[in-house]
């Protein structure tokens, strides 16, 4: 069964925040990975790529929701509160410097009901971006960010 994530744009505490519901299975990414997203609203796939390339976004985090398989679907905003705290909480780790004081912003992609009933989907994508654009889009990064202190 194929995968689609809905991007919905979206802001938490001055945060650059995406959120994605996903339905009905997990797509699989790996921390470290550069990728391209596709346009639009639905995310059914994405493309790894070098990054060295230009790319869209880099996963730097992939936190479970702490929820079991019999647990109900939590709701969208306590989704992204636990997104907020979790993807924020592995920023530094991973950058080598503190959210409030790096140039890179971050997004995060959830689970939307139907992945979480149907996929028993918990994981939080936690992906480093650009400055956000006036379109909505974040402005592509160049390189891994990990360790890098910017």
């Known amino acids: ?3 689609t994530r809905r991007l919905l744009p979206g802001l938490l ?3 650059a925040v ?6 009905p299975s997990a797509l699989a990414f790996t921390i470290g990975d ?3 997203l596709p346009d639009g609203s639905q995310i059914d796939d994405y493309e790894s790529v070098d990054c060295e390339e230009a790319h869209d976004a880099e996963v730097f ?3 479970q929701h702490p929820g079991g ?4 679907y939590p709701g969208e905003s306590a989704l992204n509160e636990l997104a907020r705290e979790r993807c924020e909480a592995e920023f530094e780790p991973y950058v080598g410097t503190a959210y409030a004081d790096s140039a890179i912003y971050y997004t995060a992609l959830t689970p939307g009901e139907e992945s979480w009933t149907e996929a028993d989907d918990r ?3 936690c992906l480093l971006v650009g400055e956000p654009q006036d379109d909505g889009t974040f402005a592509q990064l160049t390189g891994s960010k990990e360790g890098s202190g910017e």
Request: net charge negative; aromatic share 0%.
């Open 18 to 23: 995406l959120v994605g519901a996903c339905s």
């Open 123 to 125: 994981e939080i994508v």
């Open 34 to 36: 550069c990728v391209n």
């Open 69 to 72: 398989e019999e647990e109900a």
């Open 1 to 3: 069964m194929r995968s």
């Open 61 to 63: 985090a992939l936190p």
């Open 13 to 15: 505490l001055a945060l």
